[in-house]
């Protein structure tokens, strides 16, 4: 279980949600955007994960900045996409995603390519 909420606060009182939740709803719909290879780990996940340090975000992190929800993905594109459109895309992705879960409306999207997936079968 999160240790970590987003706090929203509404005229009858507050709703609390987990980091994790809003985490795998935005990892759900960038994975679903059409150009996305893939999420991408940052530098260290896989070291951490094998010293047991369970609870690392692997590219993907959700958090509330100064009451503004803010998510920072870290993503690869499928080779021959226009890597700024699928950007983009993801960039709507997520905001859709977050503003259905929660009704914010004005969350920071950092989008971060890192590298590009070549289709196995052209290799």
Do not use: P, W
């Not at 950007?87 to 920071?108: D, F, H, L, W, Y």
């Amino acid at each position: 279980m999160a240790d970590n909420y987003i706090t929203i606060h509404d005229k009858n009182g507050s709703i609390n949600i987990s980091e994790d939740v809003l985490t795998e709803m935005v990892r759900n719909s960038i994975l679903e955007t059409e150009g996305v290879a893939g999420i991408s780990a940052v530098a260290g996940a896989e070291l951490a994960e094998l010293i047991g340090i369970k609870n690392i975000n692997k590219g993907l992190n959700v958090y509330m900045n100064e009451d503004v929800i803010t998510a920072d993905a870290v993503i690869n594109v499928k080779y021959g996409c226009n890597i700024l459109n699928v950007a983009r895309k993801v960039q709507e992705a997520v905001a859709s995603s977050i503003e259905q879960a929660t009704g914010e409306k004005n969350a920071c999207i950092n989008i971060n390519v890192s590298g590009v997936e070549f289709d196995k079968k052209s290799v």
